[in-house]
């Protein structure tokens, strides 16, 4: 794995399937009695959030600490773009604090980019979501939870459904399945799709009612209130009439399809609350494997002396 | 008053021959001319070109005397091979009312390097919706001739077609900065394969064709004179040319990073390549340099866009639009038009000199190197390599995106009226 | 993401072949028998990767005396290795600890080469966070020596004294095809000058 986690794009299929693995292994953790390994002891570790989500922040946190890393939040709520503190002032601070990684949540697209490149830390930057870019830990999250489920990406067929134009979700997603050997289906009206999105080697529907019958996995993006009135579809009820997953279209399903959410859903907009309760809905699940495949990335970003996984292994050196 | 004699220059590129500059007029054209007293400067090698006139500068001065100065700026102007150059309004104060073109205009007097003509605002305050005091700024002693309200497009039709009408009084024209203000909301880059990828709010091409095509309409309708400012895109170009074939007045400006840089820059997250209107495609790009080839597009216009270090060391969402230009524009004329074969050194003097002077009403600059003309003179040596070093920018600023770059040619000297602002590279 | 399978035509000299390892486990198998009056509360946790097949061979062995099946399981030390900030970061091995836990009963850790010690410390650390056995046993099928660490083996297949320069490597069918523990690399160093198993 490269230094920093700031795309999904920098996974190879390797560094993917090894965080998944590694994510395998620490999940058990969850069963034992101390829930906390020694790896990342004396480490430092900085939540920089620009943005408020508190369940990303907390997933984070949970992940360094049950790694024994010394964790430090700083929530930067107020960037510069309100004239507070400047990006790169905050990450010499946090260089000052001898930060080891920045988990860096900030709403301008590229801004984790530029902390890892700008010659402002030397620290290892993971990106917990940027702008309307990428959430590279939430597509490995998702990706850990299907895997669970279903085996082996390949040939898996993935329904990606809702505000593509400003998911950070559906990018990372779109991404890292391709890189895992799934085939990915975007649907959304036609306001939703970004320009280029023929570039992106996956397919893409209008018609979500065409795309579910054929999916193995169905991953619901959230709406935001923002997008209601600015003419990218005509009323709530009507993108919930085209776009939504109810219990009637949940019933055309295969019968092995899991339902995903990487929340905090809008019930009755793109999910219904009997589709996100049933027995198909991993969403719960994706919560608790979020903490096993970010101490996945944390452990394999910075255990290491060059934060280089997978180079060595010497056996019974004991 | 130094006199210069210049031996074995290529005027145009043509056939070496010497020139002597003497009482700020160029005295004599011809071998063996000679001049007693005369500074002799062997300019084997080099080519003299009219000097240079930029239709779009941004000074800065007053308000953002930390960003650039009518002075450095200038400076920087001559270093580039310009005499002449257009400061734009965005000042603050904004250039919308004849007090402020004065203090601009008198400030390039004083500094001395190069010719300054204050661009008045279309608009009070920029703000687009009441038309400034252009007949003032007109008759001021900056004697304007060129508006534009450019940062911010003239969107309101009516305003625009107001505009267009009004300054024919006393000959001016409308220079627009193109960019339909609803569908550029929030963007950051050209909207394309590549702003989808980076999750960075697209800027379409049609934001700024469609203003254009509206533009020239209204132009044909009311008999206006119109300027385009930074023509960016493939379908810019094609609306002009059409207009042009119409016979409407319309010209159109190209900027140097438009013909060498593209899109795919923003990939870095790096501000330096964020500017206004946004790089643009690489077919784009050809589309500008064919343009410019086949006259659609007039002129070079540098937008030469000083900003201190920390408007630029940051996100790319919050950092200014805008990059340095004046002293790197020629290098990259010839590095995109002159070394592929799409223009001629005349066909420089014309993109880059006449053209612009004739489009801002500028009698004493933009002239042929010819016996009586204003010895407003530049000497460029072609044949070198040079890498662009920001810290050697006379410039205030350091916002170039050509750090590190190598280009072609080296302004040797410049000569405003006679008088060497620069010599040997170095500014006088 | 596997460690390189050792080479299946084992080259240097051979110092146990199948039927010595099967002979040494078999007598492993009735020391710990013998030391722990029977298999009742025994858990054996073996070290991945070459400690987990052993651990199940001596697993199957005492369940044949016995007669009821031991519960056998692994123990991955990775996260516990005192050398994980010198070299690169190292992929999991799993950790599977038998239904019953570990709590009181009698903990025999199974691996394949006793060297520093380093890796043993490391068990004893990551066993500490599963739990609270009654008593904590080490067996391994070769000792070669050179503890950096005051620890010692319960059960040992055969001590090996060897030269720091020399690599013992340990195959077995599960992971190598073959069975077979050999000595690379001499004194003077003419194989291998960076040998598999040195101190870290």
Redesign the interface.
């Known amino acids: 794995m490269k230094r920093h986690l700031l795309s999904a794009a920098d996974l190879t299929r390797d560094d993917a399937e090894l965080v998944l693995r590694t994510a395998e292994e620490l999940r058990s953790l969850a069963d034992r009695p101390i829930k906390k390994l020694p790896a990342l002891r004396g480490r430092t570790v900085v939540n920089l959030f620009f943005e408020d989500s508190t369940r990303t922040r907390i997933s984070f946190e949970a992940a360094a600490k049950r790694l024994s890393a010394d964790v430090i939040n700083f929530s930067a709520k107020g960037s510069s773009l309100s004239k507070g503190e400047s990006l790169k002032d905050t990450a010499l601070t946090l260089e000052a604090m001898g930060a080891d990684a920045v988990v860096v949540r900030h709403g301008a697209s590229g801004a984790p980019h530029r902390l890892a490149h700008s010659g402002w830390v030397r620290s290892s930057v993971v990106n917990a979501g940027d702008g309307t870019h990428e959430h590279p830990t939430q597509a490995l999250l998702d990706a850990f939870t299907m895997w669970r489920h279903l085996g082996s990406l390949d040939g898996r067929r993935v329904a990606i459904v809702g505000d593509v134009l400003h998911s950070r979700v559906a990018r990372s997603n779109a991404l890292l399945l391709h890189t895992l050997g799934a085939e990915v289906t975007l649907v959304a009206p036609p306001t939703l799709f970004p320009v280029g999105i023929d570039t992106w080697g996956v397919e893409t529907s209008y018609d979500l009612d065409a795309v579910l019958p054929k999916a193995d996995v169905v991953m619901m993006l959230r709406v935001q209130r923002e997008r209601m009135n600015a003419s990218f579809f005509p009323t709530a009820r009507e993108y919930s009439r085209r776009y939504g997953l109810d219990g009637k279209r949940m019933r055309t399903l295969q019968d092995h399809t899991i339902v995903m959410h990487p929340g905090p859903m809008v019930r009755g907009m793109e999910i219904t609350a009997d589709v996100a309760d049933s027995d198909r809905s991993v969403i719960v699940e994706q919560v608790t494997n979020g903490v096993a495949v970010r101490m996945a990335v944390l452990y394999l970003l910075l255990s290491g002396a060059e934060g280089v996984a997978g180079a060595d292994e010497s056996e019974n050196d004991a | 008053m130094t006199a210069y004699l210049i031996k074995n220059v290529a005027i145009l590129g043509g056939a070496p021959t010497d020139l002597l500059l003497e009482d700020g007029v160029v005295a004599s054209i011809g071998a063996g001319v000679s001049a007693d007293g005369a500074e002799v400067i062997d300019a084997t090698g080099l080519i003299a070109l009219p000097g240079l006139v930029d239709l779009h500068t941004h000074l800065r001065e007053p308000g953002r005397e930390d960003a650039e100065t009518v002075e450095s700026g200038t400076q920087a102007a001559a270093l580039g091979g310009f005499t002449a150059v257009h400061a734009m309004a965005n000042t603050e104060p904004v250039a919308d009312t004849a007090g402020v073109v004065e203090q601009v205009w008198r400030l390039g007097r004083e500094a001395g390097y190069c010719d300054v003509y204050p661009v008045g605002a279309v608009t009070v305050g920029l703000a687009g919706t009441q038309l400034a005091e252009l007949g003032a700024m007109a008759d001021s002693a900056a004697r304007v001739r060129v508006f534009s309200d450019d940062g911010k497009c003239v969107s309101d039709a009516v305003l625009m077609r107001r505009a267009l009408e009004y300054v024919k009084a006393f000959d001016g024209v409308i220079a627009q900065h193109a960019q339909e203000p609803r569908l550029t909301e929030g963007a950051q880059m050209n909207e394309g394969d590549l702003s989808g990828r980076l999750g960075l709010a697209g800027w379409p091409a049609v934001a700024e064709e469609a203003i254009i095509a509206r533009d020239c309409l209204l132009a044909a309708h009311v008999g206006s004179r119109l300027h385009v400012c930074h023509v960016s895109t493939a379908g810019s170009v094609e609306i002009v040319r059409w207009a042009k074939s119409k016979g409407w007045n319309v010209t159109a400006e190209a900027c140097p990073h438009h013909l060498l840089l593209t899109d795919e820059l923003a990939a870095s997250y790096n501000p330096i390549y964020k500017v206004n209107p946004p790089l643009r495609t690489a077919a784009d790009g050809e589309a500008l340099r064919a343009g410019l080839a086949d006259g659609t597009i007039d002129i070079v216009a540098t937008d030469h866009a000083p900003h201190p270090h920390e408007d630029k060391d940051c996100e790319w969402a919050a950092a200014a639009f805008g990059m340095l230009g004046l002293e790197t524009a020629l290098s990259i004329v010839q590095e995109t038009m002159v070394d592929p074969g799409l223009l001629d050194w005349a066909g420089v003097a014309d993109r880059m000199s006449y053209a612009p002077a004739r489009i801002g009403r500028v009698s004493d600059h933009g002239r042929p190197i010819e016996q009586g003309a204003p010895a407003n003179v530049v000497l460029y040596d072609p044949s070198v390599r040079r890498t662009v070093e920001p810290s050697e920018s006379a410039s205030l600023s350091r916002n170039t995106p050509y750090a590190g770059m190598e280009l072609p040619g080296r302004v040797v000297a410049t000569f405003l009226r006679g008088t060497a602002t620069v010599l040997d590279g170095k500014l006088q | 993401?596997c460690?390189?399978p050792a080479d299946a035509s084992p080259t240097g000299r051979v110092v146990l072949d199948a039927r010595d390892i099967t002979r040494a486990l078999t007598r492993i198998s009735h020391e710990i028998l013998e030391r722990n009056k029977g298999a009742g509360d025994l858990v054996l946790l073996g070290i991945p990767?070459?400690g987990v097949p052993l651990a199940l061979r001596i697993a199957e062995r005492i369940s044949s005396v016995e007669g009821f099946q031991v519960p056998v399981g692994s123990l991955?030390i990775?996260?516990?290795r005192d050398d994980?900030?010198?070299?690169?970061?190292?992929?999991?091995?799993?950790?599977e600890?038998p239904p019953g836990g570990i709590d009181g009963k009698v903990v025999v850790l199974v691996?394949?080469?006793?060297?520093?010690?380093?890796?043993?410390r490391a068990a004893l650390?990551a066993l500490n966070?599963?739990?609270r056995p009654q008593a904590v046993r080490l067996a391994v099928l070769v000792d070669r020596g050179h503890r950096e660490l005051p620890i010692r083996a319960d059960f040992v297949g055969k001590n090996l004294p060897t030269s720091l320069v020399e690599r013992?490597s340990?195959r077995l069918a599960e992971t190598d095809e073959i069975d077979a523990v050999t000595i690379d690399g001499t004194i003077d160093g003419t194989t291998d000058a960076t040998p598999?198993?040195?101190?870290?």
């Open positions: 993401m460690a390189q990767r070459r991955d990775t996260m516990y994980l900030r010198m070299k690169p970061a190292r992929p999991l091995l799993p950790t600890i691996d394949d080469v006793l060297f520093s010690g380093r890796t043993i650390d966070d599963v739990g013992v340990v598999e198993g040195s101190p870290a």
